[in-house]
């Protein structure tokens, strides 16, 4: 039917023209209703069919302008602001704002560009209405039906409509088995998967490239999946086009172990080898985040050029391995006791690289703390095995090769991240890989180690033949590696270490090892900037040195009024002794006592060691804080300083306990003497761990492990 073209002499005819056309397709409700369209967040379903209408029947009118009234709305797009431009110019009649009105009031929805015909003559004609959008409207109760989960219904429907099965019902082309799995209809699944759709139905793909399979792996359900390939098992060889993943690689990216490894087994290993595509490689690679190896290393173990293949994040295997420091024990730090479990406990070598394990059923429950140890040291010998295999093929690869599976990035990253292991294992089983060069910096890997504060790989050096020759060498500004130990940026790495004052020493540290190591040539070589290593540490340290100073006297001024009050009140508490003097003698009256002796005894401990203290902080204050006071000077005043503090606090308590014992007689004089330990804890809880902190590192053994074996 077509519909008479508007002018501005013709609303009468046009008018009744546009209502039978609305007639005819049912579209003229949408406009004679009073009532508020629906809203998408209260009724999806209802408000699509809504749309549909609606559109349809803007798309009526716009159609059947002329060009003189279209080149006056030719740049509105919705219905609402096309009344309110006809109300402005005075044209038409007022009754057309009625039905433009109706048809746009209480929505922002523009007119659809899918809907909208292209308006390039005066006698454009509609016909979508016979379209794609007639069957949205068709199937709208089937679509309610599936995604509210009514079984009866959609049965009903289907019988009267088995087409429907494998319709697009929305506008993003979703079947009824996507709309399905993303409502998590079990049930809507299992009876559309195994009595109703075909293969072919269930290979279908929204406009995304999702299949029903690959939405159900978004969101982890493991009957949906399982009902799905049991009856298409090609399903898991298509990719979605987003990232053009298939769906063991979309699940283990969203970090379903267990389900990874039921489609792991489930996937021909055709599509992961690398011709094949990204999807091994990414499959390997998300399996190294999610920390889980039995994937990769079965994977690898079958097809070991997957280490060198590029995933979809444009990474090799062997870079995100490098990345992934907690994969190894360095990466993992334990107190002693978890150390001596862990050291005690034995994995079975054939459990690295046992047959994948598949466990649905699995139970997120803490485990003991012994069984954790135990999964970690599993997952360690797991990453050894994954690096060593990963590691074989190297030393087959020419210098190009080795330059594109980003092995030369895996290094350099493994380096900055602080993966020991990982380090150690490559250029063990390739040596000559000791020697590769960063690019453009041209920095080495010990210079590398060093600008990125990495002791532990540092240490390697001492286990080489020749310790000059691999300290040699300067960057492309002309840095050699004493100035590494000079530059301090943001990024660098000592975020770890309790306050600006140790931080400082560790720079002090690093900066006299490598003086201690490096030719006296270098002490005195010029950069790119004309400084020299003590000149370019000196200017990078200015602001940590500021900050450590700062510190240092807050906290010596804090703990020096601490002192001189313990020293003033165990001074008065030397000649105010408890129960007083004998009036003739002049003795204490309980000079007899052994408890008056322990609080003599303790009081002068109290006093000498408040004063000790007092002295340690007045000379912390007084400092002149000097590059070299932070290496040694500084630090020990503040243990002295700090462990007199300690024991003067102990001590007190203790003489103000033996106080009690000799004035009181009352069975309520032993919860008053437990409660003096009260700020004994305390001071522990606060100030000890800094404490033990300062110590280790200024008498400990060292950052550096200077007795390293030979190791290439």
Request: glycine fraction near 4%; aromatic fraction near 10%; include cysteine.
């Amino acid at each position: 039917m077509a519909l008479e073209v508007l002018r501005n002499d013709n609303y009468v005819s046009w008018s009744a023209c546009l209502r039978d056309y609305l007639l005819a397709h049912n579209l003229w409700d949408i406009v004679e209703t009073r009532r508020e369209p629906p809203k998408p967040e209260d009724d999806v379903v209802e408000f699509e069919a809504w749309r549909e209408k609606n559109d349809a029947a803007l798309d009526a009118i716009l159609s059947s302008c002329g060009t003189d009234i279209l080149s006056q709305i030719k740049r509105i797009s919705s219905a609402k602001m096309l009344g309110i431009h006809w109300r402005n110019c005075g044209q038409p009649s007022q009754q057309i704002h009625t039905v433009v009105d109706q048809l746009g009031s209480s929505s922002n929805i523009s007119v659809s560009k899918q809907v909208r015909p292209a308006l390039t003559g005066n006698t454009q004609r509609l016909g979508r209405a016979d379209g794609k959008n007639q069957d949205y409207l068709k199937y709208a109760s089937f679509l309610k039906a599936v995604r509210n989960g009514d079984l009866d219904a959609m049965k009903a429907f289907l019988a009267l409509h088995p087409e429907a099965s494998s319709a697009k019902l929305t506008f993003v082309d979703q079947t009824a088995l996507h709309i399905a799995v993303l409502a998590g209809h079990v049930h809507i699944v299992e009876e559309l998967v195994e009595r109703i759709m075909s293969n072919e139905t269930l290979e279908m793909q929204d406009v995304e490239g999702y299949t029903a399979l690959a939405r159900a792996t978004s969101s982890g359900d493991f009957r949906m999946i399982q009902c799905m390939i049991d009856k298409n098992p090609k399903l898991v060889s298509i990719p979605e086009k987003s990232f053009g993943s298939i769906p063991v690689v979309i699940s283990m990216c969203f970090d379903y172990k267990e389900l990874s490894r039921y489609l792991y087994l489930r996937t021909p290993l055709m599509d992961l080898e690398p011709e094949k595509g990204h999807h091994g490689a990414s499959l390997i690679s998300f399996a190294i985040y999610t920390l889980t190896l039995d994937i990769a290393v079965d994977l690898i173990r079958r097809c070991p050029n997957l280490a060198f293949a590029i995933d979809r994040e444009q990474r090799s295997p062997l870079y995100v391995l490098a990345s992934t420091p907690d994969a190894f024990p360095s990466g993992k730090k334990f107190v002693f006791w978890q150390r001596w479990i862990y050291s005690w406990i034995h994995i079975r070598p054939s459990r690295a690289t046992d047959e994948i394990r598949v466990n649905i059923q699995n139970l997120q429950e803490k485990l003991p703390e012994h069984q954790q140890l135990s999964e970690m040291k599993l997952l360690h010998a797991q990453s050894h095995e994954l690096l060593s295999r990963m590691c074989e093929p190297i030393s087959t690869l020419n210098a190009e090769a080795r330059r594109n599976g980003g092995i030369y990035a895996a290094i350099f990253r493994a380096i900055k991240d602080g993966n020991f292991e990982f380090v150690y294992e490559i250029v063990r089983a390739n040596p000559d890989l000791l020697y590769v060069i960063e690019l453009p910096t041209k920095r080495t890997i010990f210079m590398l180690a060093v600008l990125h504060r990495q002791a532990k790989i540092f240490s390697l050096i001492y286990g080489l033949q020749q310790i000059k020759t691999s300290l040699s060498g300067s960057d492309s500004s002309y840095n050699n590696i004493l100035h590494m130990a000079g530059i301090f940026t943001m990024s660098t790495p000592i975020q770890h270490i309790p306050g600006a004052t140790l931080q400082m020493q560790r720079e002090l540290q690093w900066f006299k090892e490598l003086d201690r190591l490096s030719p006296p040539m270098f002490q005195k070589a010029l950069n790119s900037d004309s400084l020299t290593p003590r000149q370019v540490f000196t200017r990078n340290h200015e602001e940590l040195m500021k900050k450590g100073e700062e510190w240092m006297k807050n906290t010596a001024s804090s703990c020096t009024v601490v002192g001189a009050l313990i020293v003033t009140i165990m001074f008065a508490a030397a000649f105010t002794v408890p129960g007083g003097n004998d009036q003739n003698t002049g003795l204490p009256m309980f000079l007899n006592k052994k408890v008056f002796i322990l609080f003599v005894i303790f009081d002068s401990l109290s006093l000498f060691s408040s004063s000790a203290s007092v002295l340690m902080f007045l000379g912390i204050l007084t400092a002149r804080y000097a590059e070299e006071d932070f290496l040694k000077s500084l630090p020990k005043k503040m243990i002295i300083g700090l462990f007199a503090l300690f024991f003067s606090i102990a001590t007190m308590m203790v003489a103000f306990s033996a106080t009690l014992l000799l004035m009181v007689k009352s069975s309520i004089i032993l919860p008053i003497i437990c409660l003096a330990s009260l700020p004994v804890t305390l001071f522990v809880l606060m100030q000890f761990p800094l404490l033990v902190d300062m110590t280790m590192s200024t008498y400990g053994p060292g950052i550096f492990k200077k007795k390293m074996e030979r190791w290439v």
